[in-house]
């Protein structure tokens, strides 16, 4: 019986052994390091030429904008212009009802002429009085009545002077005239329509040649803006792209930078001016602005999706021996799928563009066939 069960023990046991002496083996197996290796494919960092531009979302704006309005009360009696129409600079347009303005400059001048001929006839009875005063034939205190009486008509004429400059001013403002040249909206009043001082908007003029168009920058970039400012702008610093993808044949200059940065937005706003000469450019439109950056000639550009970013900051896998190390890099300009590196990366080296996701710092590598230039870069984009 105890011989039985010894037997049984045995076999139970043998398969335990066999297992344990066949894992001590496969332990034992030398590991390929190849097999490790991660699979990527690399691209030779090499020199591109480049003409970098940043691109900025740009609104069109009139350098001149006025809103009309009426200064007096009275019906719309004349309409001059047409919605839309180019305007020359004093072309009338609207006419307001002018005859009650009309009667009363009549009725300040009347006033004026016989203001001025109760002055008239204050200056001779002071004239023959004081020819009287010398001869002691009239009272002192009668002559100072009649210098009184001078200067008391004096002031009527000066009061109904004012009086015929206001009502000529009235009459003046009942006939609205271009303030400058420019093209007018669509007329928000017709003829016969009841106005006073303020009230309707009449409509709105802008200027169309000069035009500009108005950016928003960070603080970061206001002294790159500024240096344009104050020194010689090159000829093709600023152009527009129109949303048609059109590129606009004239090339802008920088007017004006806002007075402050706002408290809130951190961010400022910058003008620059375009001729206009077809009207192409129209107010309220959107459309990129571009401006030449530091990168132009002869740039390091390498493939987009090399770069990789961490915190905030980018860094490719440049491929040593065989290993990939990572290496921090400043980018430039992007160029189609291309992207231009400012410091980081020399002309030459071997840089990973496939098989990223797998890498770690320092890891092995096994290199495939090289990738070959990416697209040729033919302007730049921010």
């Not at 790159?224 to 010689?232: E, I, P, T, V, Y």
């Not at 000469?277 to 390091?300: A, C, F, R």
Request: charged content about 20%; proline content about 5%.
């Amino acid at each position: 019986m105890k011989k039985r069960y010894t037997w049984l023990f045995a076999a139970m046991m043998s398969p335990v052994v066999l297992m344990s002496c066949g894992g001590n083996e496969a332990a034992q197996q030398p590991v390929n390091p190849a097999a490790m290796a991660v699979p990527v494919n690399t691209y030779q960092v090499k020199q591109e030429r480049v003409t970098g531009k940043d691109t900025y979302p740009a609104t069109v704006v009139p350098l001149q904008e006025v809103e009309l309005r009426p200064q007096v009360s009275g019906y719309i009696t004349n309409i001059y212009v047409q919605d839309g129409q180019r305007v020359k600079k004093g072309q009338r347009m609207y006419e307001i009802d002018q005859s009650k303005y009309r009667a009363g400059l009549q009725q300040a001048q009347a006033n004026l002429q016989s203001a001025k001929a109760n002055l008239a006839r204050a200056e001779k009875d002071l004239e023959r009085y004081e020819t009287l005063a010398e001869r002691d034939a009239i009272a002192k205190q009668q002559v100072d009545y009649a210098r009184t009486e001078v200067q008391t008509a004096r002031a009527q004429v000066a009061s109904a002077q004012a009086q015929v400059q206001s009502v000529s001013t009235d009459l003046g403002y009942s006939v609205i005239n271009a303030p400058f040249s420019g093209t007018i909206g669509i007329s928000q009043v017709r003829v016969g329509a009841q106005v006073s001082p303020g009230q309707p908007l009449l409509n709105t003029i802008s200027s169309s040649d000069p035009i500009a168009v108005d950016i928003v920058i960070n603080e970061q970039e206001l002294t790159r803006f500024s240096n344009l400012q104050q020194g010689k702008q090159p000829d093709s610093l600023f152009t527009i792209q129109l949303n048609n993808g059109q590129v606009y044949p004239h090339t802008g200059k920088l007017r004006a930078i806002d007075r402050a940065i706002g408290r809130q937005s951190g961010t400022t706003t910058v003008r620059v001016e375009f001729p206009n000469p077809k009207e192409v450019l129209i107010p309220g439109m959107t459309v990129s602005l571009q401006v030449l950056n530091q990168d132009i000639g002869e740039q390091l550009v390498i493939p987009f999706k090399a770069v990789s970013e961490q915190l905030g900051e980018f860094y490719v896998y440049v491929v040593q021996g065989d290993s990939a190390v990572q290496q921090n890099v400043e980018l430039g300009t992007r160029v189609n799928g291309n992207i231009v590196i400012r410091e980081g990366l020399k002309d030459g080296q071997q840089i990973v563009v496939e098989g990223i996701q797998r890498l770690r710092q320092g890891a092995k590598v096994q290199v495939g066939a090289p990738q070959q230039g990416a697209a040729p870069p033919a302007g730049g984009a921010r």
